[in-house]
């Protein structure tokens, strides 16, 4: 099974997101487990996923966040505006899917 981690501020605004991907996750039948977390969560829950999505808000850290993620092999990347905000899960979907290719 893979495991996509969404992180934002909070947590609260891609917990939404998470289950438009979920529902396509089901959709396409595939076995892909998403969360979603805070930054602050983010050391801690790293080391379970495959692949990590940043919210758009905060892609100030993204430099942070990938001196993390590379050594440990995750791929780290931007969820894109217009997909977040119009909670197109089946882009960001895609965009997962292709980072962990």
């Not at 119009?86 to 895609?94: E, N, S, T």
Request: charged share 25%; with cysteine; net charge positive.
């Amino acid at each position: 099974m893979k495991k996509i981690l969404l992180c934002c501020s909070a947590g609260m605004s891609t917990s939404i997101l998470v289950q438009r991907m979920q529902a396509e996750v089901t959709k396409r039948a595939l076995n892909i487990e998403i969360k979603a977390a805070s930054t602050i969560e983010l050391k801690h829950l790293i080391t379970d996923a495959d692949i990590v999505l940043l919210g758009p808000q905060v892609r100030h850290q993204l430099a942070h966040f990938s001196a993390i993620a590379k050594p440990l092999g995750k791929p780290i990347d931007i969820i894109d505006m217009m997909d977040y905000g119009a909670l197109r899960g089946d882009k960001v979907l895609d965009k997962a899917l292709s980072l962990l290719e």
